[in-house]
């Protein structure tokens, strides 16, 4: 089942590609709250990448699944008193979005691992209820990661307000794939924007998403 659900999700993100005349994007596999025996048979059927929201549970996951050469995201809020634990599982940090966070990653990263990939999350809605940086701040935190060398900028992410006007939606990919394209302008290294999920990322492959972060759609629908 899992496999299959695998392979029609690579299609359905061919196809949204083709349609937008976009490059295909990396699919993430959201896979908190699954079994460790759940990624390792997703893995299996071929998907390499996994995307966890809390330090603890992927803790467990990596050194379960440690043999399968995994790459882990954290795609969750991070607080600065975990990055220790963070920086030393992860492959990559797509939440950085405060200076602490950097300075508290950068130190913790182990130094025979190699540099931890970070991506800014940006609140592009501006919710008071949602965690990242604010547009205008990106740079200067973009800067503060580049001065780091156990860190690696890649690019941004974001988790737009899921309004049911799927416009509303499109300006927000909109306003991140702007802000994308002037961050990568400015540091080569970018090449990465992380956006759209199970419910929206043809719209987000079509207005310039490089990854997506998919849980539902492979996993099934998650347990009440």
Sequence with gaps: MLAQRLDATLQSLKNAAQAAHRPVPRLL?????????????????????????YVQEAQAKTRALESLGLEWHMIGHLQSNKADIAAGIFDWVQTVDRLKLVTALARSRPPQ?????ILIQVNIDDQASKHGCRPGEVEALARAIEGEPRLALRGLMAIPTPHADIEL?????????????????RHPAVDTLSMGMSDDFPLAIAEGATMVRIGTALFGPRAP
């Design 113 to 117: 691992r190699q540099p931890l990939n």
């Design 169 to 185: 939606r499109r300006i927000a990919f909109q306003e991140m794939a702007t802000l994308f394209q002037q961050l990568a302008a």
């Design 29 to 53: 596999a959201v896979s908190k709250t699954q079994s460790a025996t759940a990624v390792a048979s997703l893995a299996s059927a071929g998907q390499h990448a996994f995307g966890e929201n």
